[in-house]
């Protein structure tokens, strides 16, 4: 079955200097009409159990004049006269979308109200509020757009006074020849209008993640750790098998977080001054805005990179750790602040990685966080992590160095716990062939070739993503042929052979969890 994902071409447009308040124009009557039909649907809340297609109806029905419904309840000839059909539609298109995801969280809120108001409690949480204000970009149904080439199209706009057709050329990268485009929409960015238009690209389902893990041992695994610290994400890329193909250290972390605690700083500070708490006051707005383009801006850059590994690597499964609560932290404001805004740019982070990855055929999943800092990717024994010229035992949250005590594995932690990621992956799949197996005796070890982990890489203080191929030393000795052929019905057999074979570099051993 073909599955599909959704991109967005971004072009330049030319246009003449006047025609910029054109589109500023239309864009605002764009939103006025949007804003009418979320009204209209207000009073209406039963439309939101239809379909589209029947809301659109009920919704023109409501409020658009025609001979056999000439006194329409709302019309909408009090917002303008002469709306263009195709304008109409894809305003209520942008209300009917703003209204189901506005009730649906108040159905949520009223669902956590209920549960609570239940045990006699009190419900401080605010109720979810309707769009104040509408600032939506207009979206261009057929009909309002025409005559589109590689490097021009027309459009209808309001200019203010009249509905006039407009050429523009457009620059930039054109539309795909074989994808399906749907409707464009206008945007302003930095003094700037643009035309985005979202392309369908069609592309061979990939298999569902158990079947990959359970029937094909080549099958590559991208884990990703996500920190706090420099090394924003840390990913490695493995096999069903075990087999450590490469790592990927993207940084940046401190850049990001010191960029952020200096607002933050200058926030607090504001608000000693003028003793006002709200976010909202006009010289702090700026700044978190500031903040959250920043953040925004870097959660794109690290997924694209992620993914960007991911497919040089050809895996076809990328793999996190379920981000569980934030924990509430002490400290100053600034401190405070920013451990929050990480732990929500490790959401988007995963979100963007999440997209981006599947229009690239690569699936993604997540496994539980537990203790996969603290066991070792080869043994599954509990590690040492410390600082270097720090004592080589106890457990020091965020330090980069771990050392396993059990088989004298040594590494950087951050890469230990995303392998420790990709593992639990396919312990997940594997649990009956586990089960089926004896426990693979440890090989207690000495000198190099006990260190599975390669010793931390060096340059880690630029902020640029290292990248390094980490081959194994020993590499499975049957021919990678045998494997997909021999293992197309479960790997339990070959898989304790294959095993046995690579203990010296590969974790042996895949433990059960109870997820
Ligand atoms: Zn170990």
């Known amino acids: 079955m073909a599955a599909k994902a959704t991109t967005t071409i971004r072009q330049g447009m030319n246009y003449q200097p006047e025609h910029a308040a054109w589109f500023a124009a239309n864009q605002v009557l764009f939103n006025q009409v949007a804003a009418f039909y979320f009204e209209v649907i207000q009073a209406h809340e039963k439309i939101l159990d239809l379909g589209d297609q029947d809301a659109l109806s009920a919704l023109e029905q409501l409020t658009h004049a025609t001979k056999k419904n000439p006194h329409p309840v709302m019309p909408l000839s009090s ?5 263009p059909a195709m304008f109409r539609r894809a305003a ?3 209300a009917l979308g703003a209204a189901r995801s506005f009730y649906a969280h108040l159905k949520k809120w009223r669902t956590r109200r209920a549960k609570v108001m239940a045990k006699g409690k009190k419900f401080l949480e605010r109720p979810p509020v309707p769009p104040r204000s509408w600032n939506t970009s207009a979206t261009f149904y057929y009909g309002q757009w025409k005559g589109r080439t590689s490097s021009s199209i027309l459009l209808k706009v309001w200019t203010g006074s ?7 050329r457009l620059t930039g990268r054109e539309l795909p020849n074989k994808a399906q485009a749907g409707s464009p929409a206008l945007l302003q960015r930095g003094g700037q209008w643009w035309l985005h238009t979202p392309v369908e690209k069609q592309f061979k389902r990939p298999q569902k993640i158990e079947t990959q893990v359970s029937t094909h041992a080549d099958t590559r695994i991208c884990a990703v750790d996500l920190n706090l610290t420099e090394q924003i994400a840390v990913c490695t890329v493995q096999t069903v098998e075990g087999t ?3 790592t990927c250290f993207i940084g940046g972390g401190r850049e990001i977080s010191g960029f952020r605690k200096r607002q933050l700083g200058r926030i607090a500070r504001n608000r000693r001054k003028t003793g006002i708490i709200a976010e909202n006051e006009q010289d702090n707005a700026a700044r978190w805005q500031k903040i959250q383009r920043r953040d925004d801006h870097h959660a ?3 997924s694209t990179r992620i993914v960007q ?4 690597q050809q895996a076809s499964i990328l793999v996190f750790e379920h981000l569980g609560n934030l924990k509430p932290t002490r400290g100053k404001y600034s401190h405070r602040g920013n451990t929050k805004r990480t732990f929500w740019m490790k959401g988007r982070i995963f979100r963007y990685a999440k997209y981006k990855a599947w229009n690239e055929g690569i699936i993604t999943s997540r496994v539980s966080p537990w203790n996969t800092s603290r066991e070792c990717a080869r043994c599954q024994s509990l590690v040492a992590r410390y600082a270097q010229g720090q004592l080589e035992e106890g457990y020091t949250s965020g330090a980069p160095l771990v050392l396993c005590p059990a088989c004298s594995m040594r590494g950087n932690a951050d890469r230990n716990a995303s392998l420790n990621i990709g593992q639990r992956l396919v312990a997940r799949y594997k649990k009956q062939a586990v089960q089926e197996k004896p426990p693979t005796p440890l090989l207690a070890k000495t000198g190099d070739q006990s260190s599975a982990l390669p010793p931390e890489r060096g340059s880690k203080d630029t902020g640029v993503v290292v990248c390094q191929e980490v081959k194994s030393a020993e590499g499975p000795s049957i021919p990678s042929t045998r494997h997909a052929d021999a293992n197309e ?4 057999q070959g898989g304790s052979l294959r095993m046995e074979k690579r203990s010296s570099d590969i974790p042996c051993q895949l433990r059960l969890f109870t997820e």
């Open 489 to 492: 019905h479960g790997t339990a």
């Open 162 to 168: 009249c509905w006039s057709w407009l050429k523009v």
């Open 300 to 302: 794109h850059l690290v």
């Open 309 to 312: 590994f991911a497919q040089a």
């Open 92 to 94: 209520i298109h942008a």
């Open 79 to 83: 917002i303008g006269k002469d709306i």
């Open 244 to 246: 450590i193909l490469a």
